[in-house]
């Protein structure tokens, strides 16, 4: 699923939860017709922003769905994490994982992404069973090639991690060690230092301990290739609990851009309507 695809998906998934509690409703409630006229454009304005979205920074480079077991396959029992990746996305290639024999670190995944547009490319990590019991969970290095072919120089670039799944309580693990949320492991997906190399920008704002990471004051040439290397990515895991979550990168346009071609998806959604 691509970027735009999951933030759309959230807005649609609320739409549709306020319109089932008003369904449930009795008249005059709290769900009354204000509030019904109020979820009719919720959902307009959901499919007009999706809409502009698409108009905006391009379709992904859709291919056929690949999972990728996070085990090294050179040697299957030096480290199984019990997690996997998917994508949908043609512009993801050369995937590798190798473990690692000890440590909270279970190993290096190793990514080359070639952006073809300024549309985004997303990687889910799955969970493959629900955890047997509280542990630290996924904790591994991820690596990158990234192409830049997208026919524009990048000045800022961004990735975010979509944990829909937060722990919200403490816990302790099995063996009696420590995994509880904290300031520097939060109980949602995040960013460790492993160290961050990341040419030719600066890390301005995110990284450890977010869930998110912006690079800017650079400029990535249309045509280049630059190793970026040492994201530590983390997630807790909790009893009988799938905690997956989607690693979305991209580079970004002004925003004025972006907000005017919603409007425009939703002038010609209207338009389209009166005729």
Not at 21 to 44: F, I, N, T, V, Y
Not at 210 to 237: R, V
Request: with cysteine; glycine share 10%; net charge negative.
């Amino acid at each position: 699923m691509t970027a735009q695809g999951i933030r759309c998906s959230i807005l649609t998934e609320k739409a549709g939860a306020f319109e089932q509690a008003c369904q449930k409703a009795e008249p005059m409630s709290e769900c009354g017709r204000g509030d019904q006229m109020l979820l009719k454009s919720l959902k307009k304005c959901v499919f007009a922003l999706c809409f502009g979205s698409v108009l905006l920074y391009g379709a992904a480079a859709q291919g056929a769905t690949v999972t990728t077991d996070l085990n090294d396959t050179n040697a299957p029992t030096l480290r199984d994490t019990g997690w996997r990746i998917r994508y949908d996305n043609a512009e993801v290639q050369n995937v590798s994982f190798t473990g690692k024999t000890n440590g909270n670190n279970e190993g290096t995944l190793q990514i080359d992404k070639i952006f073809t547009n300024l549309g985004p490319i997303t990687i889910c990590f799955e969970e493959i069973n629900p955890a047997a019991s509280n542990a630290f969970g996924l904790r591994i290095t991820l690596n990158e090639n990234v192409k830049n072919m997208s026919g524009t120089d990048w000045s800022d670039f961004h990735m975010t991690l979509v944990d829909t799944n937060p722990v919200a309580v403490n816990a302790t693990n099995s063996d009696g060690t420590f995994s509880n949320p904290s300031s520097l492991h939060p109980g949602y997906a995040h960013f460790h230092g492993d160290p961050y190399v990341h040419p030719p920008f600066e890390m301005t704002d995110g990284g450890t301990s977010a869930n998110f990471a912006d690079f800017a004051n650079g400029t990535f040439t249309n045509g280049t290739t630059q190793a970026w290397t040492g994201f530590g990515i983390h997630q807790f895991e909790r009893t009988d609990t799938q905690r997956n979550f989607c690693l979305v990168e991209m580079a970004s346009v002004p925003e004025p851009t972006s907000f005017g071609l919603a409007l425009l998806g939703m002038l010609l959604m209207f338009r389209k309507k009166r005729t």
